[in-house]
């Protein structure tokens, strides 16, 4: 996921994107204490993503407000 993609897309979009790496990433971590995980690098992607997304929200967040100032 590229952080150029999540910026052309709305606060919205960005929270449900949100919300399902953050359930995939609870997902991943129940296989990795199970020892059922496959893909261990995918763990170090979808934290990597989350941190993106909320990255990309607080900017979009931060233009607004200014905007709303001026």
Request: no cysteine; net charge positive.
């Amino acid at each position: 996921m590229n952080a150029h993609e999540l910026r052309d897309k709305t606060p919205d979009e960005l929270r449900d994107m949100l919300v399902q790496l953050k359930k995939e990433a609870f997902n991943l971590r129940f296989q990795q204490a199970t020892a059922q995980l496959e893909n261990s690098a995918r763990v170090r992607q979808v934290r990597r993503d989350v941190a993106r997304v909320k990255t990309v929200l607080n900017e979009k967040a931060a233009a607004a407000a200014s905007t709303a100032e001026a």
